[in-house]
Structure formats: C-alpha cells, structure tokens
C-alpha cells in the first residue's frame, strides 16, 4: 500500500532546504518516540546538501539522540573516498561531521579503491541493509535530475528495471561519472516516508509530467506507504 502523493510549494531553492530540514529533523524526532531506531536516506545535489547543511544549523538536531539514528544513501558514485563528486562526503561536510553519531551507524556506499568492481559495492550495501533487518525507510529523500532520474535510476536506462534486488550496480549512467551504486526502485518503494526534492525553472517540465504519472520517469514511479512527499519551489510547479 502507498500513500498518495502531496505537494508542497516553497518560495525559492533555500525556502525549500531549510523547511525540509526542518521537516526530516521533526520526523527523525517523531519517529524516536515510537521506536528505538530511525533509518533515513539521505539524497546529495544542490538542494539535498544545502538541506543538510541547514539541518546541522537548526536548535532541533540537539534534541535528537544521534546514537539511535542510521544514516544510509540512495546512490553514491563510484570513484576513491575523498573524491569531491562523492555523496557522502559531501554530507560529510555539511551535516554528518557536526553530529554524535556514531560511524557504525553511517552506512557508506563502497569506494573505487575499497571494492574490485561497482558490482561487489553494490552486493556489499545490499549484505549491510540485509545485516540491518531490511528497514523500512523511516524517511528516505531523494533529488530529481532535469531528465526527471531519483538516485541513479535513469529514465530508459536498465538500472530503472531491475528488480529483486536492494542494491544495484550502474553503468554508462547518462549523467557523469558513469559508474554508480543505486538503492533499486523496490528498495525506496519500500520506504514510510518518501520525499522528492526539487527546485528551479529548468525543473518544472518534467516535474509536471512526474506529478502527472509518466511512469517513463523514475521519479513518477517512487511512492511511500505512509507518506509521499514533493518538496518543491514555485518555479518548479510552474507547468503543472
């Protein structure tokens, strides 16, 4: 079962990033009070980032106990650790870094120079989220490219097909660098609350065929069973 589908307009780019911080921090919080342990998806680009950066700066993330959080990925480029396309280094920077939270509990796509091929960290982050239970993703956030892509499910692409899987290797992804690790469409279906993120003009085309059910775009095709959320900007709700 999945819930339906609500969208909800910001002013601008930064109106979005600091009310979806504001918002994961509140669910992270709500979801601590029900249960002993949150699992949240974490998203990079401009606006997931900038998300997280105003996460770290909000009163809330003092309220929340770090140790009872796990932070995972929906895709993760696969190039060395410390190179600067990486998304978690990224999140690193502007959130990660600033809180308790243990590194066992920070669950890191697998780097070129840690794992042979893209093939072996994919089966990796598949064995940790087996390792974890299999969670239902508590909140699982995700950025959507121009071409309308969620984590590294590209439209037309074999990688938005598979199935039976967790973890998914990519190549030749339209979108440099071409080769990637992608939490598989089953696997973000699978999640309570699924947030899509976008902002900007260049945006609002297919964030309009998205909201109206091009299932050719993965990010149409992304659903929560508790809560399914766009995060937008006006510019970006301006066609639909």
Known sequence: ?????????????????????????????????????????LTG????????????????ARQIDWT???AWWGDERFVPAGDPDRNEGQAQAALLGSLPLPEENIHRMGASDAFGSVEEAATAYADQIASAGVPAWDVLMLGMGPDGHVASLFPGHPGYEVRGVEALPVHDSPKPPPTRVSLSLE????????????????????????????????????RGSAETLWLVDAEAVAKV
């Open 1 to 41: 079962m999945t819930a339906p589908t609500r969208v909800v307009v910001h002013t601008d780019a930064g109106a979005v990033a600091e009310a979806t911080a504001a918002r994961l921090l509140l669910a992270i919080i709500d979801t601590l009070t029900v249960q002993d342990r949150a699992d949240v998806v």
């Open 45 to 60: 680009g401009t606006v997931g980032i900038a998300t997280l950066e105003s996460a770290a700066a909000s009163p809330l």
């Open 68 to 70: 009872s959080v796990h």
């Open 187 to 222: 696997s973000i279906r699978r999640a309570k609350r699924v947030w899509v993120v976008a902002a900007g003009a260049a945006k609002a085309d297919v964030v309009a065929r998205a909201l109206h059910g091009d299932l050719s775009l993965p990010a149409a095709a992304v």
